[in-house]
């Protein structure tokens, strides 16, 4: 399996264990997966990554949050949670084709992103 598919799956699994386990709403599930956790474990690790730091003792490595494969991550991730928001409101509210109007935006950065990564830009 692909590095890349790995943390989709686990984030997915996680969202569906978190509704089925607790009473928290399907789309506030996908955020904290989808994002709260790329975020804040990184904020967390953040000084691991900094030069001197564990992961980094000689600071030639670029920390993770500085590549374009983290921020499309993130990029699609944001697309996941405003498609889980899209489909909690339904098509009766106003919301539900801005929230779509997002996710595919969302989509498309992320898109752009990745392949960025997967040709080696930064």
Same mark, same amino acid.
């Given at each position: 399996?692909?590095?890349?598919?790995?943390?989709?799956?686990?984030?997915?699994?996680?969202?569906?264990?978190?509704?089925?386990?607790?009473?928290?709403?399907?789309?506030?599930?996908?955020?904290?997966?989808?994002?709260?956790?790329?975020?804040?474990?990184?904020?967390?690790?953040?000084?691991?990554?900094?030069?001197?730091?564990? !992961?980094?003792?000689?600071? +030639?490595?670029?920390? #993770?949050?500085?590549? @374009?494969?983290?921020? $499309?991550? &993130?990029?699609?991730? *944001?697309?996941?949670?405003?498609?889980?928001?899209?489909?909690?409101?339904?098509?009766?509210? !106003?919301?539900?084709?801005? +929230?779509?109007?997002? #996710?595919?935006?969302? @989509?498309?950065?992320? $898109?752009? &992103?990745?392949?960025? *990564?997967?040709?080696?830009?930064?």
């Amino acid at each position: 399996m692909k590095e890349w598919l790995l943390y989709p799956l686990l984030a997915t699994a996680a969202t569906g264990l978190l509704c089925a386990l607790t009473s928290i709403p399907l789309a506030w599930a996908a955020f904290i997966t989808f994002l709260g956790w790329p975020i804040l474990g990184t904020l967390v690790t953040a000084d691991d990554d900094l030069p001197g730091g564990w !992961a980094n003792p000689d600071g +030639l490595a670029v920390p #993770s949050w500085e590549t @374009a494969a983290f921020r $499309g991550q &993130l990029f699609g991730g *944001a697309a996941i949670v405003a498609l889980a928001f899209a489909f909690q409101e339904r098509s009766s509210s !106003a919301w539900f084709w801005i +929230l779509l109007c997002l #996710s595919l935006a969302f @989509a498309v950065c992320s $898109g752009y &992103l990745v392949f960025r *990564a997967l040709r080696g830009v930064r």
